[in-house]
């Protein structure tokens, strides 16, 4: 596909399980972040990796949230012992390079019920 | 500290105004990063513009055009002849040199009726 694709679209989950969502980034792109979207704002910012490696992992809110990246392409955002604060839009994004042009997927929502 | 200001929540206008969205940034850093982005009911973000701080000068792309001043701390986004297809949420975001990260504002709604 042309542009960054992130499956599920929607997931509903009870409170305290564990979530997978999944991000395909533009083929060729070194960078990918993850950022979460509430309602009535702005993306915030969770992490960053440049090609395996998460050279930026400083918005993840706690040790419940962890994302890997393990070839270089394809990214899991893994979200542990779910919590009702966590809803929100899941955004996924990818770059050539870092501070260059961002494309971003159409998000994951997430409901945390 | 990193933060983006969008003070305007919500802009209604008729089609053909012209309208500006205010953006005010902060940040201590000299080499640093302007974005602007259209998110449409859809969800997609779409990206519109990327500006360095090194470069003042003004960006006019068909009926978006872009402010950038430095000595406001602002990157004002103005669409000519507004249209309804430029109903969306519009944010602006900062990223500094050595984080790659885009901190955004909370965004401003435009609607734009026929």
């Known amino acids: 596909g042309a542009g960054v694709s992130q499956t599920p679209s929607n997931k509903v989950t009870e409170k305290g399980k564990y979530v997978e969502l999944r991000c395909d980034p533009i083929s060729g792109h070194t960078a990918l972040y993850w950022y979460r979207q509430s309602l009535g704002q702005g993306p915030e910012f969770l992490i960053y990796f440049q090609g395996t490696g998460a050279a930026d992992d400083s918005g993840l809110p706690n040790d419940r949230f962890f994302a890997v990246r393990p070839e270089g392409s394809v990214s899991t955002l893994k979200i542990q012992r779910t919590e009702r604060g966590d809803s929100a839009v899941y955004l996924c994004?990818?770059?050539?390079?870092?501070?260059?042009?961002?494309?971003f997927g159409q998000g994951t929502r997430l409901t945390v019920v | 500290a990193q933060k983006v200001t969008q003070a305007q929540t919500e802009i209604s206008v008729v089609e053909k105004e012209d309208v500006t969205l205010d953006c005010v940034y902060e940040?201590?850093?000299?080499?640093?990063?302007l974005f602007w982005y259209k998110q449409p009911p859809s969800g997609e973000l779409v990206f519109l513009i990327r500006r360095n701080s090194f470069d003042e000068q003004n960006e006019i792309s068909g009926r978006y055009s872009w402010n950038f001043q430095k000595s406001t701390s602002s990157f004002n986004f103005t669409i000519t002849a507004s249209q309804v297809v430029d109903s969306a949420v519009y944010f602006c975001a900062l990223s500094e040199y050595n984080t790659d990260k885009l901190i955004f504002g909370t965004g401003t709604r435009l609607q734009v009726f026929p």
């Open positions: 940040t201590r850093d000299t080499t640093y990063y």
């Open positions: 994004a990818s770059s050539l390079a870092g501070n260059t042009e961002a494309f």
